[in-house]
């Protein structure tokens, strides 16, 4: 057997080795991956969980409107000795005197006005979970991104072991080509002995590209929640958009920016808590009131001369209103207004940091885009050449006409142009799909 059909068959079972063979693999694009990773990510499902807390804690108790009613029931005994001394008489001793006493009631407390602390509260907690959505968006953006930068990795390191294949078709006429010219005398075996080293040196760079490529399915099963050795296959193809814009960009982002969106929540949530701390110098009205059994049975127990059973039992309510307002409790009010205040003026400030944070990766994302694009015209114009180059190598060492170095040097320039065009285009598409995450673009996309 020749060593060209030996390696390939070592390749070939070591292929078959790699998690999730070639057989019966799933086509997966990248609407499907999304849709996949929506459904299944562990962050987006952990974040909504949170949203779920947030929506289920508006409700008007949670806020203080509504009142507590609570219910009470007791059961005492005890046994005490007596003595009870009367004037002019003997005293009375009772020993073993046992006492059983039952209580029933129902209790009702309600704050019927706290300073207003109630209407702020429940608009707190409706801006709380506001906010909650605004961050639940920003995950999922993160996601998507991520989803789409790892399906494009995948495309990438695919396409880059077809350019090795490519390479390794070459190296595999250039043995068979130089044989030829060693059995009819007009090449030496060195030549040979080159040749394959060669082809043996593609063939490792493809095994070890195949390597990537395994790795790259794992990290995309990994965001998609699934079993990491699920095997695909994918586009092969990564189409970047050439017409966006900086201001057009930049005019998003202020209005559709989930970060930002947030942070303008935040600022509102600070004033609120300003509000309550204000609140705590007013008044607070409570009402309150009780139903209640009581029963009690005491024996033996004396009346006056007379020894017998004493029982008594009272059903009935109770009500009451309370008015209280602070005087003073060591300027805690003060303390606490004050901090608000501060805090709020902090929202601000991480309000105003953010959105100059935010334009500044616009401005650095738009250099990127606009970078990768112009080196991507120029890449596919290398390509061109190079590829023609490599046809042209080809055809003169067949003639005879070529070293075998200086094939191979066309060779490898046709494969590093390749892949350098493949990495630029992947960047170009990664530049891109950050500028609509940051513009809010990308979410909007994912809904149509």
Request: cysteine-free.
């Amino acid at each position: 057997m020749s060593p060209i059909k030996t390696i390939t068959l070592l390749l070939i079972g070591a292929a078959l080795l790699l998690p999730g063979s070639l057989l019966a693999q799933e086509h997966l694009t990248l609407e499907q991956a999304i849709r996949i990773g929506l459904e299944s990510n562990y962050d987006i499902r952990i974040v909504n969980k949170e949203q779920e807390i947030a929506e289920n804690n508006i409700t008007l108790g949670n806020a203080g409107f509504l009142p507590s009613v609570d219910g009470r029931v007791t059961q005492d005994f005890s046994k005490n000795d007596l003595r009870n001394q009367f004037e002019n008489n003997e005293p009375r001793i009772v020993n073993n005197s046992t006492t059983n006493a039952r209580n029933a009631s129902i209790l009702l407390n309600w704050t019927v006005f706290d300073g207003g602390r109630m209407f702020i509260n429940y608009d707190r907690l409706k801006m709380l979970e506001r906010s909650g959505t605004l961050f639940t968006r920003a995950t999922v953006e993160t996601t998507l991104a991520s989803i789409t930068n790892a399906y494009y990795e995948v495309v990438r390191q695919a396409r880059k072991i077809n350019s090795i294949e490519d390479a390794i078709t070459i190296s595999e006429q250039r043995v068979k080509i130089t044989e030829e010219q060693y059995n009819v005398g007009v090449s030496a075996k060195v030549e040979i002995l080159r040749a394959q080293v060669d082809y043996n040196a593609d063939r490792s760079e493809l095994l070890t590209q195949l390597e990537l490529l395994q790795n790259a399915k794992i990290n995309l099963n990994q965001l998609l929640g699934r079993d990491p050795n699920t095997d695909f296959t994918v586009d092969d193809s990564i189409t970047v958009s050439t017409d966006m814009q900086m201001a057009a960009l930049s005019s998003q982002s202020a209005i559709h920016n989930s970060n930002l969106q947030r942070l303008q929540i935040e600022r509102n949530i600070a004033l609120q808590d300003v509000r309550l701390a204000r609140a705590l110098r007013l008044p607070t009205i409570g009402v309150s009131g009780s139903y209640g059994y009581n029963r009690s049975l005491q024996e033996p127990a004396t009346f006056g001369n007379t020894v017998g059973t004493n029982e008594s039992r009272r059903i009935g309510f109770n009500y009451g209103a309370v008015l209280s307002f602070p005087i003073f409790n060591g300027f805690e009010i003060n303390r606490q207004v004050q901090n608000a205040e501060v805090l709020l003026q902090s929202t601000n400030l991480a309000f105003q940091q953010e959105q100059n944070r935010l334009q500044s990766d616009i401005a650095r994302a738009y250099t990127r885009y606009t970078n990768r694009l112009e080196l991507l015209a120029l890449e596919e114009s290398n390509l061109t050449l190079a590829q023609e180059n490599a046809d042209i190598a080809l055809e003169r060492y067949k003639l005879g006409l070529l070293t075998a170095i200086e094939l191979r040097e066309a060779q490898r320039n046709q494969l590093v142009a390749e892949n350098r065009l493949i990495d630029i285009q992947y960047e170009a598409k990664a530049a891109e799909t950050e500028l609509k995450r940051i513009s809010g673009i990308l979410i909007q996309e994912t809904n149509r």
